[in-house]
Nanobody, 127 residues
Framework: QVQLVESGGGLVQPGGSLRLSCAAS????????IGWFRQAPGKEREGVSC????????YYADSVKGRFTISRDNAKNTVYLQMNSLKPEDTAVYYC????????????????????WGQGTQVTVSS
């Protein structure tokens, strides 16, 4: 069964850090670019970050640049999202997904570029 599983979410104070993991089962993750997305209550799902298949290219939404870092460990079949200097506006359910593309497109954080999705992990930033 092809599955993506996110983990690492939780409650953190403003300025704190969390590391999210996206683990694949039933398939080899290194064949895919991976994107992280988030959805806050009452808002549309938005792209946060993307990493190419090799890990040599990364992309970030302006809202998280300089604070979030995406990485991958293909040997562990896992992609990570390190989130530092968290803000209350980062509160959302975070999802990872596999890219439909082999070559990173012009707009790599568009939802339609992604196929398999995980179930999400909740991140809450609050004092």
């Amino acid at each position: 069964q092809v599955q993506l599983v996110e983990s690492g979410g939780g409650l953190v104070q403003p300025g704190g850090s969390l590391r999210l993991s996206c683990a694949a089962s039933g398939f080899t993750l290194d064949y895919y670019a991976i994107g992280w997305f988030r959805q806050a209550p009452g808002k549309e799902r938005e792209g946060v970050s993307c990493i190419s298949r090799s890990g040599s290219s990364t992309y970030y939404a302006d809202s998280v640049k300089g604070r979030f870092t995406i990485s991958r460990d293909n040997a562990k079949n896992t992609v990570y999202l390190q989130m530092n200097s968290l803000k209350p506006e980062d509160t959302a359910v975070y999802y990872c997904a596999t890219g439909r593309f082999l070559v990173v497109p012009t707009h790599p954080l568009e939802i339609y570029e992604y196929g398999n999705w995980g179930q999400g992990t909740q991140v809450t930033v609050s004092s």
